[in-house]
């Protein structure tokens, strides 16, 4: 019975080897894959590329770098050249509208700023006129006047604020003083016990609290008072230049002012007009322009299809055409993607030899966990009557012929399994047991029907990396 424990032991131990080697290699393999698949990525992107420049490189050189590849690329190249005339000739259009426009604007500037001029010299006559004017130099003194007050008294209401927003906080800070001010202490507000009377007087003398109080009250009402007193100041700011303007406003009216006025307004409103036009007609060109670049880097829809069947036939050429090709053009820039396609052709091959190599070594492996499993089977069905044998009542009245016949034919399969596997023993080396406490668990519910199977027929297992079928590169498992 040992000995059968024994050989099911080391039958598990192998299968583990191989099932972490079999998903070593179906790691490997997926990394692969997706290697390939980002290199054949790269490949449609460098052919797309190359078909661009050599379609821009047939406009300029014989049909055959990439006109003779496809029967209808000619005309389509030749109808998109007619195309990109067409749109560099609509864009000159706008163009030379849009200088038209831009002129406009500038005789329309040109307008404004002498109706301006006239304008402010009319003014600066009236002012003349006026400041020898005894009463409209009265209504200016008051007007300077009113301006200076409100002056003084907002940089006083500022400097006040800055002083309270520098000193309030030590004053707040101060435990016994805000506790003091809060009770009104030292106002007809305050009221308290006797005791407590004679506490907060001690308080009081002891943070100084009648001179403090007097300070943080200027600290905190001042801001506020002036503030207020500004207000009313720009207020009569407000109120001595309107007599002001009235009587600037009627000497200009007497003066012909009026139609200045109107002269000025007018041309103002033309050079907003002007402007916006020529801001509408800026979109247009870009627009325009943004179609052009689309058109010449072959982004349309057209120009894609074209790239598309173009980079198509390329990807089927021989890589010494694809090199007689780009060595005619003059630009140097398809050399290189070429030499990346190659680059990166080369190790699509290396990749697809690797894969195939995992396959077939997957498959030797497929094999030997199959055998290991009938084995394992072979074993666990032999300790399952033996174990039924030794519970019976007439075990020990059985013919011992019997037993040992069945020890002798177990250790045989044994033997014969371990010898079988030679090859396969230097592929198991220094992998992990995964798995084989799984196998062993599932072993003794179905000894019956095992022990009944593992004559002829051979077990087909599940899905996984161990459970059959053939692996397909590219395609995953």
Known sequence: MRDLNDAIADVETDIGQVQAQLAARGDQCRELIKEQEALHGRVRDDFNALARLQAEAANDAPPMLARDLLQQSSADLQRRDRKAAVLDDELQALLDIEQSLQQRSQEAVAARDAAGGRWQALQDQVDTTLEAEPTYRALQDDLQLAVARADTVERMASSAQSEHDAKAGAYQADPIFMYLHRRSYGSTAYRGWPLVRTVDGWLAELCGFDRARREYA???????????????????????????????????????????????????????????????????????????????????????????????????????????????????????????????????????????????????????????????????????????????????????????????????????????????????????????????????????????????SSFHSGGGISGGGDFKTGGGF
Do not use: N
């Not at 600037?248 to 009026?258: E, S």
């Not at 598309?308 to 003059?330: E, F, G």
């Not at 630009?331 to 396959?359: C, K, N, P, Q, Y």
């Not at 599932?442 to 019956?448: A, I, L, P, V």
């Open 218 to 456: 200027t600290l905190v009402e001042l801001p506020p008072y002036l503030q207020e007193h500004a207000r009313r100041a720009r207020d009569d700011v407000e109120a001595a230049r309107q007599p002001v303007q009235q009587a600037r406003d009627a000497a200009l009216a007497r003066a012909g002012g009026d139609p200045l006025r109107q002269q000025l307004q007018t041309a103002q409103g033309a050079v907003a007009q002007a402007l916006l036009a020529e801001q509408l007609h800026r979109q247009t060109v870009d627009a325009k322009q943004a179609q052009i670049d689309g058109f010449r880097s072959w982004t349309d829809a057209e120009g894609s299809a074209l790239l598309t069947a173009l980079a198509r036939t390329l990807s089927a050429k021989s890589m010494d055409d694809l090199y007689r090709r780009v060595a005619a053009t003059a630009s140097g820039e398809d050399d290189a993607v070429l030499e990346h396609i190659h680059r990166s052709r080369l190790r699509l091959g290396e990749i697809d030899g690797m894969v195939g190599e995992h396959t077939r070594e997957m498959a030797v492996l497929k094999k030997r966990l199959d055998s290991l499993q009938a084995a394992r089977r072979s074993y666990q069905a032999a300790a399952d009557i033996e174990r039924r044998a030794y519970e019976a009542p007439s075990y020990r009245a059985a013919a011992p012929a019997t037993v040992a016949a069945s020890f002798f034919s177990t250790t045989s399969s044994r033997s014969t399994t371990r010898s079988s596997g030679g090859l396969f023993d230097l592929l198991s080396g220094g992998s992990s047991r995964s798995g084989s406490g799984s196998s062993s668990s599932s072993s003794s519910s179905s000894s019956s029907s095992s022990s009944s199977s593992s004559s002829g």
